[in-house]
């Protein structure tokens, strides 16, 4: 797997709103970018409408029914890191060593994600999946551990340990969800890290990843809010000074529609508001109403219209999250349930932001 800093790299939590949002997108769309899969917690499951409590349940039909059936064969990261380090399967065996077992049984081309601070038994398991599929690994590196003066000590004690070189290695900076501001010294304070990096041209592809949407939408108020895309702005700043600097310029990565905390919510009570995430430019239009579980899903209607009454609806890109946005404010399609408008809203994301890369290094 190869690519440059004209490819993107959405991390998506790989639950039923995101890989049905990645299953609509045209096979143009898929060309151009390779997810980042997370194994979700767990917990809830959307799809069966029932709390998976053991790691058997959770994984017994992942691979097949919600990576191959809705991404294919195509190449993918896969990161376990959601999964705690003591889960086995009932049968003794470490989750992700079967999650790699059953990719490479249908021939999906899959990478493992692993990082620095990943148990002893977790590197075992990737040495051995390496030795099996020969596919290399992905680097998944904090932006702390990257400013550490020992990083390369620890780099390459973990290379040497898994017996691999850069050259076989993605290589994927992540910000996670830090403060934005003020972006010029963030995005200085970046390419300070990004100059030190050890074999910075080396590593078969190198990402910076990161976002700023919210963690929740409490702060968000009702009606219409602009939410900036403070990691695609620091992201245009970035690869100016990059490129000023000669320096290798990296690929973008961001969490879509998502915060990279994971919230430890009981779906049986909770009272979620209505919303929806709209990507535009530099930023996310976010129309938000009252808690679904009293007022319900109607309200979809009359946010959807307010989506495409807005000139954010006539300047965006095409994409099916878009049309179905269209519909339900005509009245054409269900209001669906929480589920659908993650699936909406992530499906255009991924439109809207590859549009956005090609456009950015076409002008």
């Not at 190449?75 to 009932?90: K, S």
């Not at 409490?218 to 690869?239: N, S, T």
């Not at 179905?324 to 009245?331: D, K, L, S, V």
Request: net charge positive.
């Amino acid at each position: 797997m190869n690519f440059d800093h004209r490819h993107y790299i959405p991390c998506l939590r790989w639950k039923q709103g995101e890989y049905q949002a990645v299953w609509r997108l045209p096979d143009t769309t898929k060309r151009a970018f390779t997810p980042l899969i997370e194994v979700p917690e767990l917990g809830w499951d959307f799809e069966e409408k029932k709390e998976k409590k053991t790691i058997d349940e959770l994984l017994s039909d992942f691979t097949l029914k919600k990576v191959y059936k809705k991404w294919g064969s195509s190449p993918c990261f896969v990161d376990l890191n959601l999964i705690p380090p003591a889960e086995r399967m009932e049968n003794g065996v470490h989750p992700i060593s079967l999650i790699f077992n059953e990719l490479r049984a249908i021939k999906c081309i899959a990478v493992p994600v692993t990082g620095l601070l990943r148990d002893r038994e977790y590197q075992r398991e990737i040495k051995s999946i390496l030795s099996k599929d020969k596919s290399g690994i992905c680097l998944r590196i904090t932006i702390e551990q990257a400013a550490k003066s020992t990083f390369k000590t620890e780099i390459d004690s973990l290379l040497s340990t898994l017996e691999i070189t850069p050259g076989d290695s993605h290589f994927i900076l992540d910000l996670g969800a830090p403060n934005f501001v003020p972006l010029d010294g963030f995005s200085m304070a970046i390419q300070q890290v990004v100059s030190k990096l050890p074999y910075l041209n080396d590593w078969q592809t190198f990402t910076v990843l990161g976002t700023s949407f919210p963690a929740t939408m409490a702060g968000i108020k009702k009606g219409g809010e602009i939410v900036p895309r403070h990691e695609w702005q620091l992201y245009k700043m970035l690869v100016a000074g990059l490129r000023k600097a000669k320096l290798r310029l990296p690929t973008f990565g961001d969490y879509a529609i998502s915060h990279p905390q994971v919230l430890e919510m009981d779906m049986r009570v909770v009272k979620p508001n209505a919303t929806i995430k709209f990507t535009i430019d530099n930023g996310w239009y976010i129309a938000k109403g009252n808690n679904v579980r009293d007022y319900g899903y109607e309200q979809y209607h009359d946010l959807s219209k307010q989506i495409l009454t807005s000139r954010y609806y006539r300047d965006s890109p095409v994409s099916w999250g878009k049309e179905y946005i269209r519909e339900c404010a005509n009245r054409s399609a269900t209001t669906g349930n929480l589920t659908k408008w993650v699936q909406v809203g992530t499906n255009h994301h991924i439109e809207k932001v590859i549009r956005d890369i090609a456009s950015f290094y076409v002008s």
